[in-house]
């Protein structure tokens, strides 16, 4: 199983978010490169940023649940 990256960051509260959303989906995801990117000093910046990541197979799917924006009432509920 290979891991794509669906959603990129350097706010870990915000990669958090996102993985929280897609696992109430039914998505297997990961947040990599967490603590690298917290750093201070320039080469923080080199790890990419915070990612968020799932299989490869559910990596359409995913994306498309991230870029939809925040959740409608209805999936809070």
């Known amino acids: 199983m290979q891991l794509v990256t669906v959603f990129k960051t350097f706010n870990p509260a915000e990669a958090q978010l996102v993985r929280s959303r897609l696992e109430v989906a039914g998505y297997q995801a ?5 603590l690298a990117s917290m750093g201070l000093d320039p080469s923080s910046m080199a790890t990419g940023g915070i990612l968020v990541q799932v299989p490869d197979d559910q990596a359409e799917d995913a994306r498309s649940l991230v870029t939809a924006g925040p959740p409608t009432q209805d999936e809070i509920n």
């Open 30 to 34: 990961e947040v990599a490169h967490e």
